[in-house]
C-alpha cells in the first residue's frame, strides 16, 4: 500500500492554465503591500535628497536660497530613487507571492530577491535614462507641464514597464512557469504601461492641483495613487501572462474500446 505524506499547507495544484484562487489572493494582498510600503517609504521625512543652500545677495543682505538647477536636480534625484524603490518592492512581493502560493518557500525567497535586484536595477536604469527627457522640456516653462499629458505619460510608462518586466520574471520563477517566461514579461511590460495611463487619467481628474504629471505629485493621496497603480497594473497583468493560452496537455487518449484475442 502507498501512502501519501501531505504537510499542514497543501496547495491547489496548477493545472498549467490559469492561476489558482489562492495564486491570485497572494498576488493580490502582494500588489497591494508593495504599493501602500513605496508610499509609506516616500513620506519619511529623512527620505530622499534635500537640496543645497547657496548664498544670494540681495538689496536686503544676503539671504540663502536654491536655484532651480539645483532643485531640478534634487527632484530627479528623488524620483529616481523612489523609482527604486517601487521596483525592488514589486520584483520582491511578486516572487514572494507567486512562491508561497505554491507552499515552495526557496523558490518564493529566491524569486523574490531575484525581483528585488531586477526591480531596482531595472527601475533606476530607466529613471536614470527617461527622467533627464522630462526635466529637459519642462525647464524653462515648469507650467508647460501642466497641459502636455503625453510626455510625463511615456516617461512614467517607460519606467513602470522597467518595472513590470522584473515582476513578471520573478512571477515566472516563483511559479516556476519558465515556459511562460517571456509571456510573463511582456504582459508585465504591459501592466506597467496600463497602470501609467490610468495613474494620470484618474490624477488628472481626481487631483487637478497636486501636479500629477510631474514625477512626483505633491499631494500624499496623488502619491499613494500612483503606487497602487503600479503594482496593481503589474501584478495583474504578469499573472495573465503566466496562464496558458492553450489547453493543458494531458496523457494519451483512447479512441474507442480495444478488442484483445486469445490465440
Known amino acids: 500500500m502507498a501512502s501519501n505524506a501531505s504537510g499542514p499547507f497543501q496547495p491547489p495544484a496548477e493545472t498549467g492554465t490559469a492561476l489558482s484562487l489562492l495564486t491570485w489572493v497572494f498576488l493580490s494582498v502582494g500588489a497591494l503591500v508593495a504599493g501602500f510600503a513605496s508610499w509609506g517609504v516616500g513620506e519619511y521625512p529623512q527620505f530622499g535628497f534635500t537640496p543645497t543652500l547657496t548664498p544670494v545677495q540681495t538689496q536686503a543682505g544676503t539671504v540663502m536660497s536654491v536655484s532651480f538647477e539645483e532643485e531640478t536636480r534634487v527632484h530627479r534625484l528623488n524620483a529616481t530613487l523612489g523609482a527604486g524603490v517601487l521596483g525592488s518592492l514589486v520584483g520582491i512581493t511578486i516572487g514572494l507571492s507567486a512562491g508561497l502560493s505554491r507552499g515552495r518557500s526557496f523558490p518564493a525567497i529566491a524569486s523574490g530577491v531575484l ?149
Not at 167 to 193: D, K, Q, Y
Open 115 to 263: 525581483g528585488a535586484i531586477l526591480g531596482t536595477a531595472l527601475a533606476v536604469a530607466a529613471a536614470t535614462l527617461l527622467l533627464p527627457i522630462f526635466f529637459r522640456k519642462f525647464s524653462a516653462d515648469q507650467e508647460a507641464s501642466l497641459n502636455d499629458l503625453l510626455t510625463p505619460l511615456l516617461v512614467r510608462s517607460g519606467i513602470w514597464g522597467a518595472i513590470g518586466a522584473a515582476g513578471g520574471l520573478a512571477l515566472a520563477a516563483g511559479l516556476e512557469r519558465w515556459g511562460r517566461l517571456g509571456m510573463c514579461v511582456v504582459a508585465g511590460i504591459a501592466g506597467g504601461a496600463v497602470g501609467a495611463v490610468v495613474y494620470e487619467v484618474v490624477g488628472a481628474l481626481a487631483f487637478a492641483s497636486a501636479r500629477t504629471s510631474q514625477p512626483i505629485a505633491n499631494v500624499w493621496a496623488a502619491r499613494l495613487l500612483a503606487g497602487l497603480c503600479a503594482t496593481i497594473g503589474i501584478t495583474v497583468f504578469a499573472g495573465l501572462g503566466a496562464a496558458s493560452s492553450g489547453h493543458h496537455r494531458k496523457g494519451p487518449k483512447t479512441t474507442g474500446p480495444s478488442t484483445l484475442k486469445a490465440g
